[in-house]
T-cell receptor, first 114, second 111 residues
Framework: KAGVTQTPRYLIKTRGQQVTLSCSPISGHRSVSWYQQTPGQGLQFLFEYFSETQRNKGNFPGRFSGRQFSNSRSEMNVSTLELGDSALYLC?????????????FGPGTRLTVL | EDQVTQSPEALRLQEGESSSLNCSYTVSGLRGLFWYRQDPGKGPEFLFTLYSAGEEKEKERLKATLTKKESFLHITAPKPEDSATYLCAVQASGGSYIPTFGRGTSLIVHP
């Protein structure tokens, strides 16, 4: 069974640009969550999507947005990039987060903002 | 607010030197506690889920235990390939069910 995949694996952008990251969950998983990981803050929850609807949202500014498609694939977008957005962005999928359900993580996208 | 505290932040062991990592948590009601392993530059890899106090799970040299306030990840006779950051996360029984993660313990095992 294929795991969670994320593309691209690495990105370099400059301040002010925008970026779109993609995540394909494990087959049959309907919940997709996004996290930002930095050395200083650890793993921070961005948002969670289920059945194309944002179900939960973390404490990030509106520059961070996402969506989910009918096949459960998800994208997240960051507009007007700032230096502080440099991080490892992780996507995790689970069958359904409204249960004790394990999240499985993808390899992440390493975003560097110059 | 749910809180997860992992200790120590960093741990250096010699190969074969057993030790334990701690995960202390505060939640209104525990639905599940998760342990992950993360190698540098990679996504966390799932290890265990524990649901109730007294539960234990094992995988190779790793054994996870759970009490009402904390969990331990015991590493028996570690090898250099066990070097990684170990993350703990808790899922509360109420609210959004989104897990809260600790900051992790960075483990280095020297040959």
């Amino acid at each position: 069974k294929a795991g969670v995949t994320q593309t691209p694996r690495y990105l370099i952008k400059t301040r002010g640009q925008q970026v779109t990251l993609s995540c394909s969950p494990i087959s049959g998983h309907r919940s997709v969550s996004w996290y930002q990981q930095t050395p200083g803050q650890g793993l921070q929850f961005l948002f969670e999507y289920f059945s194309e609807t944002q179900r939960n949202k973390g404490n990030f500014p509106g520059r961070f947005s996402g969506r989910q498609f009918s096949n459960s694939r998800s994208e997240m977008n960051v507009s007007t990039l700032e230096l502080g957005d440099s991080a490892l962005y992780l996507c995790a999928s689970s069958r359904d987060s409204t249960s004790t359900d394990t999240q499985y993580f993808g390899p992440g996208t390493r975003l560097t903002v110059l | 607010e749910d809180q997860v505290t992992q200790s120590p932040e960093a741990l250096r062991l010699q190969e074969g030197e057993s030790s334990s990592l701690n995960c202390s948590y505060t939640v209104s009601g525990l639905r599940g506690l998760f342990w992950y392993r993360q190698d540098p530059g990679k996504g966390p890899e799932f290890l265990f889920t524990l649901y109730s106090a007294g539960e234990e799970k094992e995988k190779e040299r790793l054994k996870a235990t759970l009490t009402k306030k904390e969990s331990f990840l015991h590493i028996t006779a570690p090898k250099p390939e066990d070097s990684a950051t170990y993350l703990c996360a808790v899922q509360a029984s109420g609210g959004s069910y989104i897990p809260t993660f600790g900051r992790g313990t960075s483990l280095i095992v020297h040959p």
